[in-house]
């Protein structure tokens, strides 16, 4: 009988296990192990019930004097709303499902459990979901009903985790339904889907509660951001969030079946011509928060919302300002609104915003499964 040599596994120099080679232990993922998890506890299943207690009640307190993203409202959402159109005791969501539209390590092969909440703190004008964020369509849930939601998409769809889209508005409701869902048994990681358009404020009550930050990255120019987003500060805010979830839960980490447990992936959407501010924010991030953090360049921009319009008639389009005060492109002073981006994004202009990516030392990409199916 043939005794093969013991393989030494070494990070940084560090022992980290000695098995056979023919150990059932033995992985054959291509992941290194600081990113391979063997077991995942919640984030929320770890936080003490005094802890849990503060969070309830400081909940309760940004809902009376609303902070939660830059816009400062400073309204009491149960009296009235703010820019989100969403008040304090109800969110309103409209779908809750397992979804397959995600990222392979967040879909798995029982999909996302998402929960796509109305309205929104941003005014994209290119919202690829305008029906849902820039109107109040769906039905009126408690953060006691939206927990008991959780535990069916957990139960009955068998889905991996809990995604929550578009949430910037609605943290106080989401962090008393993380609490609740607790209680009745839920045990999954929580998905926070943000545009990046979060407080600081916002992010340390979700502290403790959020195992996987999905932030946006949207666009560069602070111009860009006025024109588009109808955000003055975006660029700064999403920078200071991000580092800030990154802070929290590191870079991206999964258990040996692929599907992702803990840590950050950001999004950026390529936008038609504008690759340039795609690239600038792809070297902030290998330079400002980790090389190693998990990256999706999106290619799926596509006119929506009032991209392509008609502008009303009796304008002089000798002088055309967007909303927001900034002066529209000469591109732009045509018959249609927003007509620099009014097309769907070449994939050149994919390619070369991930080419600047590697440049800047980032490796870790989202990519498509080649076989047609869930990506291991």
Request: with cysteine; net charge positive.
């Amino acid at each position: 009988m043939v005794v093969l040599p013991d393989v030494l596994i070494l990070v940084d120099g560090r022992r980290l296990a000695v098995c056979p080679p023919h150990h059932p232990a033995r992985r054959a993922l291509h992941l290194a192990p600081p990113w391979l998890l063997d077991d995942y506890t919640q984030r929320y299943h770890l936080i003490s019930s005094v802890d849990a207690s503060k969070k309830r009640s400081q909940a309760y307190a940004h809902l009376s004097n609303c902070n939660l993203c830059p816009r400062l409202c400073g309204v009491n959402r149960y009296e009235k709303t703010g820019v989100c159109l969403i008040g304090a005791e109800k969110v309103k969501v409209n779908t809750v499902a397992p979804h397959f539209g995600e990222e392979p390590c967040l879909q798995g092969h029982n999909g996302s459990g998402s929960v796509f909440f109305s309205g929104c703190n941003l005014r994209c004008v290119f919202c690829q979901n305008h029906d849902i964020a820039h109107q109040r369509n769906g039905f009126d849930l408690t953060p006691e009903e939206l927990a008991e939601w959780y535990m069916k998409l957990q139960d009955v769809g068998k889905c991996h985790n809990i995604n929550l889209v578009t949430p910037e508005h609605v943290v106080p409701q989401v962090v008393l339904s993380i609490l609740h869902a607790r209680e009745l048994g839920l045990r999954i990681p929580i998905v926070y889907n943000t545009s990046s358009f979060d407080s600081l404020e916002s992010l340390k009550l979700l502290d403790g509660l959020v195992d996987i930050y999905l932030p946006d990255f949207k666009v560069w120019k602070d111009s860009t951001s006025k024109r588009l987003l109808k955000a003055n500060n975006y660029t700064a805010t999403a920078m200071e969030s991000i580092k800030a979830m990154h802070a929290q839960v590191g870079d991206l980490c999964f258990t040996a079946d692929g599907i992702a447990k803990r840590g950050v992936l950001v999004r950026h959407l390529v936008m038609p011509g504008m690759e340039d501010e795609g690239k600038a924010i792809m070297r902030w991030l290998a330079e400002n928060v980790s090389k190693d953090i998990m990256v999706h360049i999106m290619e799926q921009y596509f006119p929506r919302a009032h991209v392509g319009k008609e502008r009303r008639s009796g304008k002089d389009k000798r002088n055309v300002v967007d909303p927001g005060g900034a002066q529209a492109p000469e591109s732009t002073k045509k018959d249609v609104r927003y007509a620099d981006i009014n097309r769907p994004v070449d994939l050149s202009e994919v390619a070369s915003v991930k080419k600047a990516a590697e440049e800047a030392g980032l490796w870790r990409f989202v990519e498509a499964a080649k076989h047609g199916g869930f990506n291991i």
